[in-house]
């Protein structure tokens, strides 16, 4: 089975939070990038490894390069249970 | 680097140790050097640059000056000292303030510091008639409003005079994404910055009212700087490692090889620019 959208909701905001950004008002449409979250390139690339190393894959390294947090989300779903990552 | 060593409102006593070990690191004017034959000290190469922008600036007595990203306040006062101009430096840091402040009190008002933005930084239109941007604008992120802001309070026929590290071609995502760590690393030494290409600010200074007098790249010739900053955080090892910590040292040490790195593959580099404020028609 894919990711839950939470756990991968979860996942961001784990990031944000260690990465000092703001939470606040943070939703499926919120930009990562400028006018948004304000990402740069450094914390795009910190956040696909996150995502790499707690879902087992991200979007990024596949080149695909999602401007919000639903298309992060969306990707995940659209990925079949062969994501889903060994169990410990 | 001059607000490398911005540390907020951290008290001053702490800011006055952290920036000594930076003192220790980069040499007393805490920016690169360029190196004529390579063989120079640091302190003459430091010098040497501080005197290319010097010269760009075309500096003589009586000018005021906008000292964009003043740190602690030496290059003003060096200036106002050296040159009979009167600077206002302006930093986001009120411990940098503060520091500059003391540091010019025997200057007799020559030298003054506020704590205000480069990218929107209040004075009124045409107030100097140069503007000097000293290793500060790579790490104010909006490059635009940076310039539009120094070209604004610069009067007609004023100088705008700025150096830095300089981005010297395209770094793809999946490139950032692989090399993560050092990008990381170099975060982590100096801060939140971002590079752009020299040809960029030229761009925005001609957008922004000024006509662009040279472009210098200096990449080769600050390149043995990272090799003397090397051998400093050798020399000076235990009194960085107490005001920094062993982390902070190791990661400077290795921002050195990074940095360095990064000149001889062509991702960075360094580059002056001068460019003067069309006078109004």
């Known amino acids: ?88 | 680097m001059n607000d490398t060593v911005q540390l907020g409102h951290e008290p001053a006593e702490h800011y006055d140790r952290v920036t000594g070990a930076w003192r220790l690191l980069l040499g007393e004017e805490l920016h690169y050097g360029v190196f004529e034959s390579g063989d120079e000290p640091l302190q003459v190469a430091t010098a040497a640059l501080t005197g290319q922008m010097v010269a760009a600036a075309e500096l003589r007595p009586g000018l005021d000056v906008l000292d964009v990203g003043c740190g602690t306040g030496a290059p003003a006062c060096a200036l106002a000292s050296a040159h009979g101009v009167h600077v206002v430096g302006i930093t986001t840091s009120q411990v940098g303030v503060d520091a500059a402040r003391l540091r010019a009190a025997g200057l007799a008002g020559r030298a003054s510091f506020e704590l205000r933005d480069g990218t929107d930084n209040g004075f009124a239109d045409a107030t100097f008639d140069r503007v000097w941007v000293l290793e500060s604008s790579h790490l104010m992120p909006d490059r635009v409003a940076l310039l539009c802001e120094c070209a604004r309070v610069l009067r007609p026929g004023g100088r705008l005079v700025l150096c830095d590290i300089t981005r010297q071609r395209e770094i793809p995502f999946q490139e950032v994404l692989r090399r993560r760590l050092e990008f990381a690393t170099l975060r982590d030494a100096f801060g939140e910055a971002r590079m752009e290409p020299l040809g960029y600010y030229a761009e925005l200074a001609q957008r922004s009212g000024l006509d662009v007098q040279e472009l210098r790249d200096l990449t080769q010739r600050t390149l043995p700087t990272f090799d003397r900053w090397r051998a400093n955080a050798a020399e000076h090892d235990a009194e960085v490692r107490v005001a920094l910590g062993a982390d902070g040292l190791d990661a400077f040490v290795r921002s050195c090889d990074i940095l360095e790195g990064f000149w001889r593959d062509g991702t960075l580099g360094y580059g002056l620019i001068s460019a003067v404020k069309r006078d109004v028609v």
């Open chain 1, 1 to 88: 089975m894919a990711h839950t959208s939470g756990h991968v909701e979860g996942t961001i905001r784990k990031f944000l939070r260690r990465a000092k950004k703001s939470e606040d008002g943070v939703s499926a449409q919120t930009r990562l990038y400028a006018g948004g979250i304000g990402l740069t390139s450094l914390d795009t690339a910190e956040l696909a490894a996150v995502l790499e190393d707690e879902l087992g894959t991200d979007p990024f390294s596949h080149g695909f390069m999602p401007e919000t947090i639903g298309e992060i989300v969306d990707f995940y779903d659209k990925l079949g249970p062969e994501a889903e990552p060994a169990s410990p």
